[in-house]
Every structure is written in structure tokens, then in C-alpha cells.
């Protein structure tokens, strides 16, 4: 009877279980597409010459090589360790080498990771790069308040990964999510200026592809490793460690969080 119930009881706390891309992972395909065409569509606007640049009325110069990015299993694995699987309430340390992106509320019927994404990515039409960043050959960083924004459309940048808890009991929401690249410093370059969307692969450098549709570069390292449809780059960490999640889609304005969280 005992094995019975928690047989029942571990179905019912893994509802994507049969549907999870990564192999000791908790997001499917579904939810992960949702994230990534979000930073896609932010990375595609700023490649084109189409992102306003805060309340300038001014907008960004074209880009190029902005690749695009990816769902990374490694990173949500490493997301997953981070947390140790459980609804943290203080950011964890970032692995080297990564940015981490932390949310943390009550109400977990409430908040998801959409909801975050968003919220990180909109800090763009609040605050703006200053003249003295915007350059004919680069735009680099020199916001903190931008500091979630610039770092999801980082032009080097190739995947993201996360881990989304909520653990109803404890009455709390958690998201972590990490990109393969160091979070920026500044005066590092966000993207460079160039002629915009890309039109073919002589467009983008280091054997990327261009990705007409989106006018974006996928990097010649890209590779579909998880899931029919899911294009997922390797990071450098791995883990085995396993969690449970339930992912929703809610709505409203929330708080902005501040940097890193």
C-alpha cells in the first residue's frame, strides 16, 4: 500500500515527467520554447535596429553576430544544483564562468519563470544605455539597471538554462536560470554594431549559420542533443541531480527585481 501511494504521489509531483527534455531535468518542451522565443525575440529586435533604447525616443544601433540562443541541458542541470532542489529564498552562487538570473516570491500559484523572463527583459524600456556606451563598433555595458537586459541579449552568448521550484507547501515560488557566459563588467561589449539581420551564413562569423527567419547567427557548436525539436548547446557543468516543479502561466505586473534576482 505504502509503495502504492507514493508510487501515486510521485506522478502527481512530476507532471512533465514524461515530457521532460533533459535527462534529470523538470522543464518541457513546451514551457523551454516559450523562454527561449522570448530572449529570441529580444536578441532578433536589437539585431535589426528595432529595440528603443529606454525612454530615449532613440533606438539601439543595428547589431551583428548576435547568435541565437539556445536550451542548454547542462545549464538547467547546473540551475537544478544550484538550488539543491529546493524553493531557496537567497540566491545561490553563481557557477564561474555563467550569469545567474534568481526570482524568488510567495505564491506560487502566482509566479512562473515566463513571468521573470520577462520582467528581466523589459528593463530596456525603463532605463537606457548612456551616449558614452553606444559606439560605432560596439555598444558596451554601463547600466546596472540594465544589468538582467543586457545580459540575456549579450551577443557572444549561445544558451540558457533553469530550474523552476514551486513547493506549495512552503507557500513559495523559485526560478534560477543561467546563461555560458560571465556576467558582465563594465565596459564589456554587449553586441557589435553591424548592418543588422543577417541574410546568409557570410553574415555571421567563427562557421556560424545565419538563421534567416530570425535574422539571427547559430553558432557552429550548436547542436540538437534533447528533444525533436529543441536545439540545446553544451555547457561545461554537469550533475545527475534530479528535482520536482510544477510550471503555470500567470499574469499581472510584478516588482522589479534588482540585479540578479
Given at each position: 500500500?505504502?509503495?502504492?501511494?507514493?508510487?501515486?504521489?510521485?506522478?502527481?509531483?512530476?507532471?512533465?515527467?514524461?515530457?521532460?527534455?533533459?535527462?534529470?531535468?523538470?522543464?518541457?518542451?513546451?514551457?523551454?520554447?516559450?523562454?527561449?522565443?522570448?530572449?529570441?525575440?529580444?536578441?532578433?529586435?536589437?539585431?535589426?535596429?528595432?529595440?528603443?533604447?529606454?525612454?530615449?525616443?532613440?533606438?539601439?544601433?543595428?547589431?551583428?553576430?548576435i547568435?541565437?540562443?539556445?536550451?542548454?541541458?547542462?545549464?538547467?542541470?547546473?540551475?537544478?544544483?544550484?538550488?539543491?532542489?529546493?524553493?531557496?529564498?537567497?540566491?545561490?552562487?553563481?557557477?564561474?564562468?555563467?550569469?545567474?538570473?534568481?526570482?524568488?516570491?510567495?505564491?506560487?500559484?502566482?509566479?512562473?519563470?515566463?513571468?521573470?523572463?520577462?520582467?528581466?527583459?523589459?528593463?530596456?524600456?525603463?532605463?537606457?544605455?548612456?551616449?558614452?556606451?553606444?559606439?560605432?563598433?560596439?555598444?558596451?555595458?554601463?547600466?546596472?539597471?540594465?544589468?538582467?537586459?543586457?545580459?540575456?541579449?549579450?551577443?557572444?552568448?549561445?544558451?540558457?538554462?533553469?530550474?523552476?521550484?514551486?513547493?506549495?507547501?512552503?507557500?513559495?515560488?523559485?526560478?534560477?536560470?543561467?546563461?555560458?557566459?560571465?556576467?558582465?563588467?563594465?565596459?564589456?561589449?554587449?553586441?557589435?554594431?553591424?548592418?543588422?539581420?543577417?541574410?546568409?551564413?557570410?553574415?555571421?562569423?567563427?562557421?556560424?549559420?545565419?538563421?534567416?527567419?530570425?535574422?539571427?547567427?547559430?553558432?557552429?557548436?550548436?547542436?540538437?542533443?534533447?528533444?525533436?525539436?529543441?536545439?540545446?548547446?553544451?555547457?561545461?557543468?554537469?550533475t545527475?541531480?534530479?528535482?520536482t516543479?510544477?510550471?503555470?502561466?500567470?499574469?499581472?505586473?510584478?516588482?522589479?527585481?534588482?540585479?540578479?534576482?
Amino acid at each position: 500500500m505504502l509503495l502504492a501511494f507514493l508510487a501515486a504521489f510521485a506522478v502527481s509531483a512530476l507532471p512533465y515527467a514524461s515530457s521532460q527534455v533533459c535527462s534529470g531535468g523538470v522543464m518541457n518542451q513546451t514551457y523551454i520554447d516559450s523562454l527561449i522565443n522570448d530572449i529570441n525575440t529580444r536578441r532578433a529586435a536589437l539585431m535589426k535596429g528595432e529595440q528603443e533604447n529606454g525612454t530615449t525616443n532613440k533606438k539601439l544601433p543595428k547589431g551583428k553576430n548576435i547568435n541565437k540562443i539556445a536550451w542548454s541541458c547542462d545549464l538547467e542541470l547546473a540551475a537544478i544544483k544550484a538550488v539543491d532542489g529546493k524553493c531557496v529564498t537567497q540566491a545561490p552562487n553563481t557557477p564561474s564562468g555563467n550569469t545567474g538570473f534568481f526570482a524568488s516570491y510567495d505564491d506560487p500559484d502566482y509566479y512562473d519563470t515566463l513571468i521573470m523572463l520577462s520582467i528581466w527583459t523589459s528593463q530596456i524600456e525603463a532605463h537606457s544605455f548612456p551616449d558614452t556606451a553606444i559606439g560605432q563598433d560596439s555598444v558596451k555595458y554601463d547600466n546596472d539597471q540594465l544589468r538582467n537586459y543586457a545580459n540575456l541579449v549579450r551577443g557572444t552568448t549561445t544558451s540558457f538554462g533553469c530550474v523552476e521550484m514551486k513547493c506549495k507547501d512552503q507557500n513559495k515560488f523559485t526560478s534560477y536560470c543561467l546563461t555560458n557566459q560571465p556576467e558582465l563588467q563594465k565596459n564589456e561589449v554587449v553586441y557589435e554594431v553591424g548592418n543588422g539581420a543577417c541574410t546568409q551564413d557570410n553574415d555571421c562569423s567563427g562557421g556560424a549559420t545565419c538563421d534567416t527567419a530570425s535574422g539571427l547567427c547559430v553558432p557552429a557548436s550548436t547542436t540538437t542533443t534533447a528533444g525533436s525539436a529543441t536545439t540545446t548547446t553544451l555547457a561545461t557543468t554537469t550533475t545527475t541531480t534530479t528535482t520536482t516543479t510544477t510550471t503555470t502561466t500567470a499574469g499581472g505586473v510584478l516588482p522589479n527585481p534588482g540585479a540578479g534576482s
